[in-house]
């Protein structure tokens, strides 16, 4: 019987978005603070209030699927496939008859295959049931990232999905890491992908009056805690980890980036879109993850906020680190990389988990770029526009979704003990 709790490290970071394709060219992007938003060209937006996205431009999907695939998956699908070659092939992982077993796939999404949903519903109104493809259902139903993954690399260990809102692939890792600490996996590809920019989700969400209008300025739209903030902008890609048990990662010789050491839960139990005035959940959720690491706040040296540039969300998040550091988060930098690549929604968790790995390997900060008039009610230190060095031990991410579900992940940086 494997042991309770064992100790679980990051091995492979795969990273799919605006800035880019494959962790080699997004990391870069970040530390360089350049912006991944710009028009929406996967469909003519022009009557949408909205009109930019953080789209993955340039992206060949026949590198990661055969040609008689392509109708049979949403986007969310082949973006989720691309992250997930790029972290394998970081990791270095290989998955045998001896080891298949033992390994399992855990990849969230907020929404699955609105593509594939809105294309077939087309199809539908003109031209009757019988024109609905036999693949509508296994190209847009959201466990279908996890399923491809595991069919891809023979993975027959545990195989799951969440779909939690924007908090769905930071559940997704958070709950892989369960899996791998009670023994039920020795490693694990986890995250999450979204490919939502589309005329239904841009749309729907511009109805609500979330997002950006700043269309004449598409790299200066996405805005975190600055005081001109207008609302989010919508990013499609995947953000993918491989994790596993430290013993399992040391006898094959893999390169260690970081651990993994604290988990976070919570419900706000409040409104289905809006988080309390006091930021109750994000603070327990906080609270819960640096528990569970068994650290204090002050261990905690920079925090990946969940920071969509929303005026209400983004004040409220503040309002919440405050509380759970105390007099601390004088001393936390802060910063949301959405900044640069929008908001993935139920992808943005596992890419902002990669690039908190990459940040402690590293020890660079990101910035949150865009930062150019201070709010009072959003009074930390941010980063503002420019990446910084740092020693950091401890990083928090956090994410946020609609239904007042959150998650917070914790990561240590590795060094060989």
Known sequence: MAPLNRRVVVTGVGLVCGLGIGTEEVWPNVVAGKSGVGPITHFDASEFDCQIAGEVRNFDPLKYLEKKELKKTGRFIQLALAAADSAMRASGLEITPENHDVVGVFIGTGIGGFDIMEREHTKLMQGGPSRISPFFIPGSIANLASGHISIRYGARGPNSSTVTACSASAHAVGDSFRIIQRGDAEAMISGGSEGA?????????????????????????????????????????????????????????????????????????????????????????????I?????????????????????????????????????????VAVSSTKSMTGHLLGGAGGLEAGISVLALRDQILPPTINYENPDPACDLDYVP?????????????????????????????????
């Open 197 to 289: 920019v589309t005329p239904m989700s841009i749309g729907g969400f511009a109805s609500m009056k979330a997002l950006s209008t700043r269309n004449d300025e598409p790299e200066r739209a996405s805005r975190p805690f600055d005081a001109q903030r207008d609302g989010f902008v919508v990013g499609e890609g995947s953000g993918v980890l491989i994790l596993e048990a430290l013993e399992y990662a040391q006898r094959r010789g893999a390169n260690i980036l970081a651990e993994i050491v604290g988990y976070g839960m919570s419900g706000d139990a409040f409104h289905i879109t809006q988080p309390s005035e006091d930021g109750d959940g994000a603070y327990r959720v906080m609270r819960a993850a």
């Open 385 to 417: 526009n420019h990446a910084r060095k740092a020693e950091v031990e401890y990083v928090l991410s956090n994410s946020f979704g609609f239904g007042g579900t959150n998650a917070a992940l914790v990561f240590r940086r590795w060094d060989g003990r």
């Open 291 to 331: 528990r569970d690491a068994g650290l204090e706040p002050a261990q905690i040296g920079y925090i990946n906020a969940h920071g969509t540039s929303t005026p209400l969300g983004d004040a409220i998040e503040t309002k919440a680190m405050r509380r759970a550091f105390g007099d601390a988060i004088q001393k």
